[in-house]
């Protein structure tokens, strides 16, 4: 026996520092690999970092959204760390028999707890089958692959209940309380001899040691390197709060100096940052962010996920072909994998990765074009990945470095570049819009100039204000407001220009900066300190974007002032609304700035107000589809992202949906008249329901977009 104990203990030392040392191998490969992107630079905040890690992976906030799902994942992540104290006991248990880990008095209860845990987790795994299975949940993949960890942690479950079965009846223990589980296997088999219980207990010993060590190597090199990359991502993440993009250096003299092209963008996967790459190894595939995707959901071809898979499996076999590592291991197991011949530059399929294209072979264009911007795919990755700043990056390399881009979005650029706004309407007439009610006082700074007066918040009516006329009312609304509560304030008129959030989600980093650079000396000749906007692109830019090239000032946007003014009492609400009104929640508002309370408790402010919740509300709102510049693009595929919006805000029955984004007004009033509901459900801004509330004024609005 002796001699078969020395055996067993120089195989399993020889396994294991095999297992152990593939395992680290492939992680030292697949950090090469994110080490091709470009370094990236983060602040030191580790006191919010450690804090993220403990809200988002200790705490599973996101995964608890899908509260089934994320059932399931804290079974499973708790059960799994505790239940590896139990592994350690089980394989002491093999190489010392009739010995355990030394917990003396405490060894019953922890034994008792071990089984529990044990089951937990295959009732977890049991319950995660169904959903994927049987329940077919259309976000998960189904297949060999996707099953594989299943079977892993089934079989890891099984083999230590089972050995602990027969290890009851090796060493002729009498059934315990403390195993209920072992003790109902050794039961049932009961007849066995105890040299026959021995050698079950090592076939089911070994059969854990091989799963065990197994599942170590599979883990880094599948859709599983989650459990090493999501960490890592999420303490990271602090650096890419609110959706803000990086900008990109237009340093002449540093291009001239280099003998490469010049290449704005991502147009290879070197390119993306290795935060950026980081992400496509954190990536779980659960398909959460396919699932809440507006373009996704309307039939569009963009599925985030797929984004982010698709460019990791091209970084794998492009990593390996530049790096010389191996991307599987045991290579010897998957010498015919594209990731393991790239390896050899002599192989025609090294060279073949490495022609690949990632815009066209890898991504297509459609995909690029088919995304809002809104974040939904963001909020609910459980590992916080960053989608958009990688769809947009590479968007910015068809638009500067390429030249490609939608017609429609192309000629609203050029308006953009040339009058200032995405319609190419005179840049004279950006101010006239305050005829429309010429006793409201509207002065513009250069007038406040010239009386010699000072303001105290500089009013940025957006493009979509000042020449929109739907938007035109949602501007002459919100000036009667502030000149009723006495608020001082003044317009650019004529010399405000484009805030530069259309350019720039649409890829023309360029354009935007000049604008940027334009509003910012314009700003800063007017003493601007603060503004306030009707339009959550622009107060997102403002805030979150505008400070990299040199803005100091605060940025309000109009619901929050409105709110403060009537909780300061300068504004009372005391005509009856008597409608019942729901809420459509802006990203760029909402999701990108976590402004969800303001709108709300204006409109609950409002006399007769019967306010209801869409579905879909605050964090988990849905796009109204206008983002990331689709406002200005034709959707050709699929269905209408508003209308799908519009549809899911009738649910709730209301007579008025409100906003507070005039581009989301104006999608939802599209939509209230595709659905041929526009005489029975008005739309309105946050400021128009409460000017009605204060002015007494009538309560249907003209429906014109």
């Known amino acids: 026996m002796e001699a078969l104990l020395w055996v067993n203990w120089i195989a399993f030392l020889a396994i294991t520092i095999y297992a152990v040392l593939l ?17 990236s630079e983060y602040d030191q905040d580790v006191k919010q970092r450690l804090k993220d890690i403990w809200v988002y992976v200790f705490g599973q906030k996101k995964l608890l959204k899908d509260m089934k799902s994320g059932i399931i994942h804290v079974m499973m992540f708790y059960g799994f760390l505790l239940v590896q104290f139990g592994a350690i006991d089980y394989i002491w248990k093999g190489l010392n028999p009739e010995s355990h880990l030394p917990f003396g008095i405490f060894y019953p209860g922890f034994v008792f707890f071990q089984e529990i845990v044990t089951l937990t987790i295959l009732v977890a795994v049991v319950w995660a089958f169904y959903r994927r299975y049987i329940e077919k949940l259309v976000r998960l993949k189904r297949g060999f692959k996707a099953g594989l960890v299943l079977i892993f942690i089934g079989t890891l479950m099984v083999t230590v209940l089972a050995g602990n079965g027969f290890e009851l009846i090796w060493h002729e223990h009498s059934l315990t309380w403390s195993e209920p589980v072992a003790s109902a296997i050794a039961a049932a088999f009961m007849w066995m001899s105890p040299t026959v219980a021995a050698v079950m207990f090592y076939i089911m010993w070994w059969i854990h040691l091989v799963a065990l060590l197994a599942f170590l190597v599979y883990v880094p090199q599948s859709k599983h390197a989650h459990l090493i990359a999501g960490p890592a991502n999420v303490y990271f993440n602090q650096d890419k709060k609110h959706g803000k993009l990086q900008p990109i250096n237009f340093d002449m003299d540093e291009m001239e100096e280099s003998d490469e092209e010049p290449s704005f963008g991502v147009g290879k996967v070197e390119d993306l940052s290795e935060l950026q790459l980081l992400d496509l190894y954190a990536c779980v595939e659960c398909g959460r962010c396919t699932d809440v995707c507006p373009a996704s959901g309307s039939g569009k071809m963009l599925s985030p996920m797929d984004v982010l898979v698709k460019i990791r499996d091209h970084l794998t076999e492009k990593g390996a072909a530049v790096t010389g590592k191996s991307a599987w291991v045991p290579s010897y197991a998957f010498a015919d994998s594209a990731g393991n011949q790239a390896v050899d530059p002599n192989n025609s399929l090294a060279e073949q990765v490495m022609n690949q294209q990632l815009i066209g072979d890898v991504v297509t264009e459609e995909e690029l074009w088919a995304c809002t911007t809104c974040r939904n795919c963001e909020d609910a990755c459980p590992v916080m990945n960053q989608h958009v700043d990688t769809i947009i990056d590479l968007r910015r390399y068809l638009v500067m470095t390429e030249g490609k881009m939608d017609p429609d979005a192309q000629r609203a650029m050029m308006n953009i570049e040339r009058q200032g706004n995405p319609w190419g309407l005179s840049k004279k007439d950006r101010e006239n ?242 659905k041929e509901v526009d005489e029975e459900v008005t739309t309105q801004d946050v400021a128009e329901v409460l000017e009605r509330s204060i002015f007494g004024e009538p309560a249907k609005v003209e429906q014109t977009a």
């Not at 395992?23 to 370094?39: D, E, H, P, Q, S």
Request: hydrophobic share 35%; aromatic share 10%.
């Open 23 to 39: 395992f680290v191998k492939v992680v030292r490969t697949r950090i090469a690999y994110i080490k091709l992107g470009r370094k």
């Open 433 to 674: 819009w305050r005829e429309m009610d010429e006793t409201l006082n509207i002065p513009t700074v250069k007038e406040m100039s010239k009386e010699g007066e000072e303001f105290e918040y500089l009013f940025w009516v957006s493009s979509m204000g000042a020449y929109d006329n739907r938007s035109q009312k949602i501007a002459v609304a919100f000036a009667r407001l502030m000149n009723k509560a006495g608020v001082k304030f003044a317009i650019l008129g004529n010399k405000e220009r484009n805030s530069g959030d259309t350019p720039r989600r649409l890829g023309n980093e360029f354009l935007f900066q000049e604008l940027a650079e334009k509003n910012i000396k314009e700003f800063e000749k007017n003493d601007v300190k603060k503004i306030v906007t009707i339009d959550p692109h622009a107060y997102n830019i403002f805030k979150n974007e505008y400070p990299d090239f040199g803005f100091e000032g605060e940025v309000y946007h109009h619901t929050e002032l409105l709110a403060e003014l009537i909780n300061e009492g300068r504004l009372e609400p005391h005509e009856a609304v008597n409608e019942k009104i729901t809420f459509h929640d802006s990203c760029y508002l909402g999701r990108y700035n976590e402004v969800y309370n303001p709108p709300r408790d204006i409109l609950q402010s409002i006399p007769g107000v019967e306010y209801v919740e869409i579905e879909r509300n605050r964090e988990n709102g849905m796009c109204c589809g206008a983002g990331g510049g689709m406002m200005w693009m034709e959707e050709t595929t699929g269905n209408r992202v508003n209308v799908a919006r519009t549809e899911q805000a009738l649910e709730v029955s209301p007579n008025t949906i409100s906003s507070g984004c005039p581009y989301c007004l104006t999608m939802l009033t599209d939509g209230t008249k595709a």
